[in-house]
């Protein structure tokens, strides 16, 4: 294949994805005014369903225009000969191939992420605002940006220059060397994330002692569930939107609450939560979610290795010589509809597990309690509760509202 073959393969997936995204995303908007399902009935009265529905359409068209500015600057980019230009760039700087790898990433994901910024602004302080979701202030907008791009530089870079590393020693073995290293990453972060990373960004404490500390405990005592680290994490700082979630495992397993989930439910309901969360637990799922992705990561690794030095990739892109880089940027667009697949296998084992754990909940404590969470926290969030099921099948990882609460009540 020559290289201008490949390039217009490459330009022709970014237009598809975008086309199949665009189509998605306004078959989905169809539903948007679709009568609400009678087991969802009483969950809005009708000015909150009006504000719901214009939500839902008001972050639609954000999305239309964010992502049609984001492909035309990507194809713009293409035909402008960008990445020979940044390529150029990076080499100017240095000889070192590490340094002129993450020369050129840093280049990319610096202008990436400005040109974005005005659209991250607008969904944050005008969409968010507008609704009553937002509680982050422009002074930690500024610094969530400057620590993510701090933690990118330390932690992205660091792996990057990694990976290069293993490839300038091996080549196509390389893939082994960076799963290898990924992998023990992995399983570090999923280990310690909730102490390392989240305190970066947020304020988070042991659970007060009081009867919801007292009902939690009660309930891991009944099924036999060693529970110590309950921690209350400050979600408040940045929206009105609640969550809980389920991390670790072994002796550093701990289950992180939103202090705006302890606001918006009451007790028994947050029980109802966490016994969701500790479903997760109990079913495997975190190891079996582990599992696949290392699995995923290594097959897309061992893929890289057979294409990634390939001259005509590095050529496709308008660079005459082989580099990494470079053909680490092609590889992603032609692996991008594998990554699709992949990723819509996963959702549907996520909104499988999903179920189960709503099951463990429902045998365990109360399903009642778990329905009245679910739609309180719906609500709240102004959930849409008439998706189309294609979306559904494409983007979400939990099943909708209304399949949790018939599954709840079978």
Excluded: C
């Amino acid at each position: 294949m020559n290289p201008q073959t490949l390039f217009y393969i490459l330009i022709a997936i970014i237009i598809i994805k975008f086309l199949f995204d665009t189509y998605i995303n306004a078959l989905n908007s169809k539903h948007f005014k679709d009568a609400i399902p009678e087991e969802l009935k009483g969950i809005y009265n009708d000015n909150e369903y009006l504000k719901s529905q214009k939500y839902k359409i008001e972050n639609y068209k954000f999305s239309l225009i964010s992502s049609l500015f984001s492909v035309i600057t990507t194809l713009l980019f293409f035909f402008l000969d960008g990445f020979k230009f940044v390529d150029e760039l990076a080499r100017s700087i240095s000889n070192n191939t590490i340094v002129i790898t993450l020369v050129f990433f840093g280049i990319i994901f610096l202008a990436s992420d400005i040109l974005s910024l005005p659209f991250s602004y607008y969904k944050t302080f005008v969409i968010e605002e507008k609704f009553g979701f937002n509680k982050t202030s422009i002074k930690t907008f500024v610094l969530d940006k400057l620590k993510g791009w701090l933690m990118l530089l330390i932690v992205g870079g660091g792996l990057m220059a990694i990976i290069t590393w293993f490839y300038e020693l091996t080549t196509t073995n390389f893939w082994l060397y960076t799963w290898g290293v990924i992998t023990v990453f992995t399983l570090f972060l999923n280990l310690f994330y909730s102490k390392l990373i989240v305190p970066i960004f947020n304020k988070q404490k042991p659970l007060e002692d009081g009867e919801l500390r007292n009902e939690i405990e009660k309930f891991a005592e009944k099924i036999g569930f060693k529970l110590d680290n309950i921690f209350v994490i400050d979600g408040s700082k940045r929206s009105t939107k609640a969550n809980a979630y389920f991390s670790g495992f072994g002796s550093q397993k701990r289950i992180t609450l939103f202090d705006t989930l302890i606001n918006d439910l009451d007790t028994n309901e947050i029980v109802a939560v966490l016994a969701h969360e500790v479903g997760h637990y109990k079913r495997k799922h975190i190891i079996y979610n582990l599992i696949l992705s290392i699995g995923i990561t290594g097959l897309t690794l061992y893929i890289l290795s057979l294409l990634v030095g390939n001259l005509t990739l590095s050529q496709a892109l308008g660079v005459q010589n082989p580099s990494f880089h470079i053909g680490l940027i092609a590889f992603v667009i032609l692996y991008s509809p594998i990554s699709e697949i992949t990723n819509l296998f996963m959702n549907a084992l996520s909104r499988k597990f999903e179920f189960q754990a709503d099951n463990y909940a429902k045998e365990n404590f109360n399903p009642e309690d778990l329905i009245s969470s679910l739609k309180k926290l719906s609500k709240n969030s102004l959930s849409n509760l008439t998706p189309s099921n294609l979306y559904v099948k494409i983007h979400y990882s939990h099943p909708t509202l209304l399949q949790r609460i018939l599954n709840l009540k079978k």
